[in-house]
């Protein structure tokens, strides 16, 4: 009846998996925003360290994890695996729930499994600050703890909406030594424009990127941390999915589904990249990425090249785009709130092997409910949509009276949430739609030559 099943410390993994070693085929190439050729590591030099743009590219299968970054993750790590018996009882199911409870971490998420990662590479190399954006709070908070490690300073430009809502989040950035601006902001070109035409913008992840942007091209002693969607973020996720594996291995257990949350797509990718191999090895296993029906990238996106941010000056990403200039309603899931999703988990819907679903804010949160009441965990609406999943794969199982294996990725907890929670109890959400003709409009945005060569 054991619910929790850990792993030694020594058990934590040495080197990260790199599902690009093992795809079919390889991932179309970034390309320049400004010339539309492929991107080269010195165009990228300016933002980011050359260990991570070896990473971004790197075709090798696994990579070994540098022991000071060990060292730091092994504050929290490895994260446990939990039997979710009492949701199982609550729904009447024969299927078996597992999450991996990425919660414990100190920023309450998974995203430090990458921010360690990115500032150890950047203060390696001697750069002092780090620029970012972040969305719910949950990627800024990390980067700040990791930057406190590593000595590095840090400035992160948090979407508005999440700034106002989540004021704790930026608490906590500022605990850790963060400055943080609501963006968009009055501190960068690409803020101060957005701002002239609409004063009262409630921000967005590509916004924010702009501005991170801006800020680190216009230093030589700054570079720019992203926390979702390139390869290298994916690639340092990936011990989330190694370790549920072991954990998965020792009870004698095997996954039938494995779901995650997709915003931009690390933490997906960072739970099912390492089950995809056993996929491509010919397992008979099933991948769902959930995200917001208010931000619907892979159920309604088109696969394109678009940028990555709202001006147009990061580079030109083969993604599931609803259109750079898409601004998402204002959710309380912030992190989900991203125009574009991760090359890699673009890659994996358009070959079959990822499933994609949407759900809007109010069932989200019935779910967030449910497990919150049985389980003892309150999770970030983020995660919650990934519990959502789960319940109706449980009750799949249930009509079909199948007993299968489910695991998802409790991506982060609700503690900075209550704003939120507070206003699902009182009935005070609103669910929001995207009409397809706003979505038409979004994608009339993408810039010219866009389409990814088949």
Not at 143 to 168: G, N, T
Not at 174 to 200: C, F, I, M, Y
Not at 306 to 333: E, K, N, Q, R
Request: overall charge negative.
């Amino acid at each position: 009846m054991d619910r929790h099943i850990s792993l030694p410390s020594d058990r934590l993994p040495r080197a990260w998996y790199n599902l690009q070693g093992d795809l079919p085929k390889p991932l179309p190439p970034y390309r320049h925003p400004g010339t539309g050729e492929p991107l080269t590591p010195d165009d990228l030099a300016p933002l980011f360290p050359m260990e991570l743009i070896k990473q971004e590219v790197s075709q090798e299968r696994w990579i070994d994890i540098p022991e000071p970054v060990r060292e730091k993750l092994g504050i929290w790590r490895p994260t446990p695996l939990v039997r979710a018996r009492f949701l199982e009882e609550a729904l009447g199911t024969p299927a078996r729930i597992y999450y991996k409870n990425e919660s414990v971490s100190p920023a309450g998420s998974h995203k430090p499994n990458s921010a360690i990662a990115q500032a150890y590479f950047n203060a390696a190399e001697g750069i002092r600050s780090l620029s970012t954006e972040t969305g719910a709070g949950q990627w800024g908070s990390s980067l700040a703890f990791a930057c406190a490690h590593f000595e590095v300073a840090c400035e992160v430009f948090m979407v508005r909406i999440s700034y106002d809502q989540k004021p704790y989040r930026r608490t906590l950035m500022q605990t850790w030594g963060a400055t943080v601006h609501a963006s968009p902001s009055p501190e960068t070109e690409a803020g101060r424009k957005v701002l002239a035409e609409n004063p009262d913008s409630t921000g967005s992840l590509g916004m924010a990127i702009s501005e991170a942007v801006e800020v680190a091209a216009g230093d030589p002693k700054t570079h720019y941390a992203l926390g979702s969607v390139l390869n290298h973020v994916c690639l340092h996720q990936s011990v989330i999915g190694l370790e549920a594996k072991e954990q998965l291995a020792s009870v004698g257990e095997e996954a039938d589904v494995v779901i995650g949350c997709a915003g931009g797509g690390s933490n997906f990718a960072g739970i099912a990249a390492p089950f995809v191999a056993d996929r491509l090895e010919g397992k008979s296993i099933r991948f769902l990425a959930v995200e917001p029906s208010a931000c619907p990238t892979l159920t309604r996106g088109r696969y394109a090249y678009d940028y990555g941010d709202l001006v147009g000056i990061a580079p030109l990403t083969p993604m599931l785009t609803l259109g750079h200039s898409f601004v998402p309603a204002g959710i309380h899931a912030g992190g989900l709130r991203y125009h574009g999703m991760s090359p890699l988990v673009s890659a994996l819907c358009q070959e079959g092997i990822v499933e994609a679903a949407a759900y809007d804010q109010g069932s989200v949160f019935d779910a967030a409910l449910l497990f919150s009441r049985t389980e003892g965990v309150l999770p970030a609406p983020e995660s919650a949509h990934a519990i959502k999943a789960a319940i109706d794969e449980a009750h799949r199982c249930t009509r079909e009276e199948k007993s299968e294996c489910i695991v998802f990725n409790l991506s982060g907890h609700g503690h900075f949430d209550l704003t939120a929670y507070q206003r699902y109890l009182a009935g005070d959400l609103v669910d929001a739609e995207l009409p397809e003709e706003d979505l038409a409009r979004q994608l009339d945005s993408l810039p010219e030559s866009s389409a990814i060569d088949a």
